[in-house]
């Protein structure tokens, strides 16, 4: 084999020196000593290279943060390129989102946006450069066939009966094929390498298929269409990339990268293979998502169930934490599945900080303090963030009735149950204490429908002069004051952990989760909340963080729950029932 030739400054490629690096996982290390080594005179220039049939998840969002990162650590570059070589599943839109949701990440690619279709030409000279040389063919076996003769893992591959074609005739095939001369799957060109190999890749994979389809870019100016693994491989030495990093399925096709390269004695990248991202309760195959798409599943490739990052967005959010995300899995040469918990984590821990409180009821209960003044209202202070005092404070109407929510009340309360009941007395949030004095029943269903109350006029701002103490704080809104809203509750698209793992019989699609989205139509919410703007978060005080949805309008607020508090009352009845179960 030929040494490999590594060139200087391609396409402006920055120097990179071992002393701005900080080594934190093996691909850095890796990097750091070829930097010492001074491969590539130094440099580092990455590529984050999407296929445009889909878009991208949140697996994509670790290889951006890991090709972007690593470029900014080592003071390089790094390329956006779409791997535009299969005009039928591609479309502009995929385009477009990809690119939006690279920025939104928080990632810049400036002048180095490419396409895999810019170099079709030069792709196209160098399979012309292959079968000079011997090591091309133009084979006539249909797509059924060159499985078959393939071979199995345990099993040699078989050679073509077209693999012995002279060079001349080889050359005229092939160039009759990019002149449409013939239809789809009639020929292929592949590569001559070795059928015996105990690497399926290298058994003569085919490098060109035929197929007549008009393609986003370059419209109907070609036919034949090169393969992934000949495009990609060729399209980093353009580039002039030097570390090529990929998921760790692609390690199997590393030798034919390197065959292809060191056969046209071209520029030659290192490939890198990474574990790629499996996270629970979902799945992160564009396959599979758009089965989901299609299948209707869901309402869209930004569902907020789904694990896309137009998805995640939608549902709330924030780039900071899906990059703070993919900063605590690390990067791994094994695959594992990450826990949804962790990615919940960060979004709550993000969110903290910088989501202004408010108060909402999602399903309210109506509530009467009969020794409050008819027709008066008044304001209270409400803190807008704890954690962030600059976020200052905000007014909060309050008046004789109210919504709390209906699980903050038991007309007979089991043990640890320390909220509103009967004869008990609890504190609202930034207001009073109120006590409960009765209870108005539906006539037919015997359901509370109202709460009668007193309050302590003494306990304005929720303290006790006296210094009593109340063991439960309630979330409240004033019922003519507050907005009706929608608010869409999301929980795991999957009932299965890894609903990859169907079980005989059964598809993945069988463990949709059937209560993923549940719609609260009649929630209220504060006033203030009137000018709220698609994409705004909030925290709804004791119930979670949430998103305003781009289905708001004016005079109809919807909002997405990104995710939940956590309730110890909630894992207090948890327990109970399942030890009355037992």
């Not at 409180?357 to 209960?365: C, K, S």
Request: net charge neutral; charged share 30%; aromatic share 10%.
């Amino acid at each position: 084999m030929k040494d490999r030739r590594e060139a200087k400054d391609i396409d402006g490629g920055v120097k990179a020196s071992p002393a701005d690096a900080q080594p934190a996982d093996f691909i850095r290390n890796i990097i750091s000593e070829d930097i010492r080594a001074k491969r590539y005179d130094s440099r580092v220039h990455t590529r984050f290279p999407p296929e445009p049939n889909g878009y991208l998840h949140i697996g994509h969002a670790k290889s951006i943060c890991l090709n972007f990162g690593i470029a900014e650590d080592f003071g390089g570059l790094c390329n956006l390129r779409f791997d535009d070589t299969n005009p039928t599943k591609e479309e502009v839109e995929y385009v477009d989102s990809i690119k939006e949701n690279v920025h939104w990440l928080g990632f810049d690619w400036s002048d180095r946006l490419y396409y895999a279709s810019d170099y079709f030409e030069q792709l196209y000279e160098s399979a012309l450069q292959l079968i000079k040389k011997g090591r091309a063919y133009v084979c006539d076996l249909s797509p059924r066939e060159i499985r078959e003769y393939r071979g199995t893992l345990t099993e040699p591959g078989r050679e073509s009966p077209y693999r012995d074609r002279t060079v001349e005739e080889n050359l005229s095939l092939f160039e009759r094929m990019r002149a449409g001369e013939f239809p789809d799957g009639s020929r292929t060109l592949r590569a001559k390498i070795d059928m015996k190999s105990g690497n399926l890749n290298m058994r003569d994979p085919v490098i060109y298929r035929i197929l007549h389809a008009a393609h986003h870019r370059t419209g109907d100016k070609w036919c034949i269409y090169p393969m992934y693994d000949f495009a990609h491989g060729l399209s980093d030495s353009i580039e002039g990339i030097t570390h090529s990093i990929c998921t760790v399925e692609f390690e199997d096709h590393r030798p034919l990268y390197d065959w292809f390269l060191d056969e046209l004695e071209v520029y030659h990248p290192r490939q890198i293979e990474f574990a790629r991202l499996n996270l629970a309760y979902t799945v992160l195959s564009k396959r599979k998502l758009i089965e989901l798409v299609e299948g209707k599943y869901v309402t869209g490739w930004d569902d907020p169930r789904m694990p896309t990052i137009s998805g995640l967005r939608r549902r709330g959010y924030t780039p900071e934490s899906i990059r703070n995300f993919c900063d605590r899995i690390g990067v791994a040469k094994r695959d594992s599945t990450v826990d949804m918990a962790l990615l919940e984590y960060c979004i709550r821990e993000d969110l903290n900080k910088r989501a202004p409180r408010v108060m909402a009821v999602l399903q309210p209960l109506r509530v009467v303090i009969e020794n409050y003044p008819e027709g008066k209202s008044e304001e209270m202070d409400a803190i807008n963030n704890p954690e962030e005092p600059s976020m200052g404070t905000r007014k909060v109407p309050f008046s004789r009735v109210l919504y709390i929510e209906k699980d903050d009340f038991r007309e007979d309360p089991p043990k640890q149950f320390y909220r509103l009941a009967p004869g008990r007395e609890v504190r609202l949030r930034y207001a009073y204490f109120i006590k409960c004095t009765g209870v108005v029943k539906d006539e037919q269903s015997g359901e509370v429908v109202e709460i009668r109350c007193t309050y302590d006029p003494e306990t304005r701002g929720g303290d006790a002069p006296d210094g009593r103490k109340i063991k439960a704080t309630l979330h409240w809104v004033s019922a003519g004051h507050s907005l009706e809203a929608e608010v869409r509750l999301y929980d795991h698209l999957f009932l299965k952990a890894d609903p990859d793992e169907a079980g005989e019989g059964r598809d993945f699609k069988s463990y949709v989760n059937p209560q993923s989205l549940v719609t609260l139509k009649s929630c209220r919410i504060e006033p203030g909340m009137m000018h709220a703007a698609a994409g705004n978060r909030y925290q709804f005080e004791r119930q979670g963080y949430f998103c305003v949805d781009p289905d708001s309008s004016k005079g109809r607020l919807v909002f997405n729950r990104t995710v939940t508090l956590r309730d110890t009352w909630a894992k207090i009845e948890k327990t109970l029932k399942q030890a009355k179960k037992s």
